[in-house]
């Protein structure tokens, strides 16, 4: 089991940058492979992310390919999200999950592999 807790939201103008964090409990972190979601107002929760387990694979959607960058440090059992050139539209709570990355398509596990997300707010 694992409990997964976001940090690094925040409010930020446009153009600016923010660095998401997603720390893990237990030690099955490094043998998923992670992502990134996002949810806006009103909005269906979609996919921002992705990276396998040793980090030797990333993928993104096309909105944020460019100026977001997906990492990870399992020694410290922590996702990262590097957030640059932010726009008004990325403005969403954003959830990090522990899946497997295959064929280029990234698959929640569900469940516990959730956390409880961060509010990222970019104004205009």
């Known amino acids: 089991q694992v409990q997964l807790v976001e940090s690094g939201g925040g409010l930020v103008q446009a153009g600016g940058s923010l660095r998401l964090s997603c720390t893990a409990s237990?030690?099955?972190?490094?043998?998923?492979?992670m992502g990134w979601f996002r949810q806006a107002p009103g909005k269906e929760r979609e996919f921002v992310a992705s990276i396998k387990w040793n980090g030797g694979w990333t993928t993104y959607t096309d909105s944020v390919k460019g100026r977001f960058t997906i990492s990870r440090d399992n020694a410290k059992n922590t996702l990262y999200l590097q957030m640059n050139s932010l726009k008004p539209e990325d403005t969403a709570v954003y959830y990090c999950?522990?899946?497997?990355?295959?064929?280029?398509?990234?698959?929640?596990?569900?469940?516990?592999?959730w956390g409880q997300g961060t509010q990222v707010t970019v104004s205009s």
């Open positions: 999950a522990g899946g497997t990355l295959l064929y280029g398509t990234f698959h929640p596990s569900g469940g516990d592999y």
């Open positions: 237990g030690r099955t972190f490094s043998s998923y492979d």
